[in-house]
């Protein structure tokens, strides 16, 4: 069995991936805000000037793969870190590390006018900008850990490629919370970002020079929320799926962005065009679910491959069965769609599962794009052609292998 992609599906994938994708402002004004922050907490005034604070972002927003909210009234949650470069473990606890901040962020709640007051969660604060911004942001305290993660990780026998990067975060649900101990949580979203990009470099590269060129600028005035590559705008459209197929997800069982971003990269190979990275990645991505000797699901942390995205399955298998129960709809629907050679015929196979007004929204601007790319020109000029046929999803069997680490 053997799919074949139309052009019309093609360009109905690439303007979806368009309505998807939110503006360069959005970015922008992301990017000002945890830049504010950064100035802010390096001030001659700032507690904690002295232990050398960077801010960065984190999340969907440094992968590039942020998507407009279901409603327009919802925000944009964006993720950063507060990492602590001049401070260790044995310095202090978690709880102190997460009130240094909390001060700070207070001071400049306060200072900036910010009128919702400073939330605490888990991991994280959170400030909520004026409503007006329609944005907050969870800023995670850290202390640097790249050291330890490289010795923990070679004498494991474990790939410490990306270590360097590692932090220790705070987690108010730990037992050691308030107790001085060098046994903390542990992250590494840069590394993770690093990673993410390295799987998508040539396409990466190469749409930047494009870019570039176009403007006649240079490849490094470009910035990488500039360029969306075909592995982003697919990961973008599986999120909007899963979003629109567990919108009613009454126990919790919705398949997690982390997930479904790390597989979606692993089975990505290189391809240009959305549609056929989304081929690659729908018949692909299960394969990189390993199983332990007792047969439970791991999907490790590129950046920590002691760390399973997929912990939580065996304490909740209807978290399981739901990302399998979505992979094959999406299989379903992006195959049905993909060989079809009417605009609106492909909206209505895939609306049910990407929403109605998304999908109109996609057919009506498809019809404005040049078969193959993605130029304006006359709806009345539209032709489908075929692609070359690409392989099915999910035809392959695949037998899950053991990670490193396990019997």
């Not at 922050?37 to 390096?42: D, H, K, Q, R, S």
Request: with cysteine; aromatic share 8%; proline share 5%.
């Amino acid at each position: 069995m053997t799919a074949i992609v139309t052009a019309a599906a093609q360009d109905f994938l690439e303007a979806l991936a368009e309505e998807l994708a939110i503006s360069d402002t959005r970015y922008e004004q992301a990017e000002t805000s945890y830049e504010s922050l950064g100035t802010w907490l390096n001030r001659p005034a700032s507690q904690i000037a002295t232990f050398d604070p960077a801010v960065y972002v984190q999340g969907s927003f440094g992968l590039g793969t942020v998507i407009k909210p279901l409603h327009e009234d919802e925000e944009y949650d964006v993720d950063a870190v507060c990492e602590l470069k001049n401070l260790d473990k044995g310095d202090l606890s978690q709880a102190d590390l997460k009130e240094l901040l909390r001060v700070e962020l207070e001071a400049y709640r306060t200072a900036r006018s910010i009128e919702k007051p400073l939330e605490e969660k888990r991991r994280c604060w959170t400030l909520r900008y004026a409503d007006g911004a329609q944005f907050h942001m969870d800023v995670v305290p850290a202390i640097t850990d790249g050291d330890t993660m490289r010795l923990i990780l070679e004498a494991s026998h474990q790939d410490s490629r990306w270590a360097d990067t590692a932090i220790a975060i705070t987690d108010t649900d730990r037992v050691d919370y308030r107790i001085l101990t060098h046994d903390w949580p542990h992250s590494n979203p840069k590394g993770y970002v690093q990673w993410f990009k390295a799987q998508m470099a040539p396409v990466l590269a190469k749409r930047k020079k494009e870019l570039a060129e176009a403007a006649q600028a240079s490849v490094e005035s470009i910035p990488d929320y500039r360029v969306r590559t075909s592995l982003q705008s697919a990961i973008m459209i599986l999120k909007r799926h899963r979003d629109i197929m567990y919108v009613k997800d009454e126990i919790n069982a919705c398949p997690i962005s982390i997930i479904i971003t790390t597989l979606a990269a692993h089975a990505y190979g290189g391809e240009e065009r959305i549609a056929d990275a989304l081929v690659s990645i729908l018949t692909g991505m299960d394969s990189f679910i390993l199983r332990d000797a007792e047969g439970r699901a791991f999907i490790a942390n590129p950046t920590d491959p002691r760390e399973n995205f997929a912990d939580k399955w065996v304490k909740h298998p209807e978290r399981e069965e739901a990302f399998y129960t979505w992979l094959a709809q999406a299989q379903r629907d992006f195959q049905a769609a993909a060989e079809l050679a009417d605009r609106q015929l492909i909206r209505e196979t895939l609306e049910d599962h990407l929403g109605s007004d998304l999908a109109k929204r996609a057919e009506a601007r498809s019809a404005g794009r040049k078969p193959g790319g993605g130029l304006l020109r006359p709806a009345a000029a539209a032709v489908a052609t075929a692609a070359p046929a690409l392989p099915a999803f999910g035809d392959v069997p695949r037998t899950p292998s053991t990670p490193k680490g396990f019997a």
